[in-house]
């Protein structure tokens, strides 16, 4: 969600922004632009430097865990296929004694 406090401060910078007569209609209009702005931007798929900042942290984190598992991966695949190839090495030169 939005910061309601930001969210003043616009409406005030805006509400600084505007003619002299249309400032002296004074707290209602700023109300008003507060709603409206808050109306609008709620309406956007927005999130807030903090909440984004956590979830930066939670995917590196996600990040190591996958490049730590891949490499357990790629040892235990290391260590399977040795046996395996000697296997195959000793089949093979069964099967050239066997002709």
């Known amino acids: 969600m939005l910061d309601p406090k930001k969210i003043e401060q ?8 505007m003619p002299k007569g249309v400032k002296e ?3 209602d ?3 008003k ?3 409206v ?3 609008q931007l709620s309406k956007l798929d927005l999130v807030n430097r903090e909440e984004f900042d956590v979830q930066t942290q939670v995917l590196l984190r996600t990040r190591e865990k996958l490049i730590s598992m891949e490499q357990r991966l790629n040892e235990l695949e290391a260590r399977f296929e040795t046996p ?3 296997i195959d090495a000793e ?3 069964g099967e050239k004694k066997a002709d």
């Open 10 to 17: 616009i409406a005030r910078q805006i509400h600084n922004a």
């Open 37 to 39: 702005l808050q109306s």
């Open 25 to 27: 209609f004074g707290d």
């Open 84 to 86: 395996k190839t000697a």
């Open 33 to 35: 632009l507060r709603t």
């Open 91 to 93: 089949e093979s030169h």
């Open 29 to 31: 209009i700023e109300k």
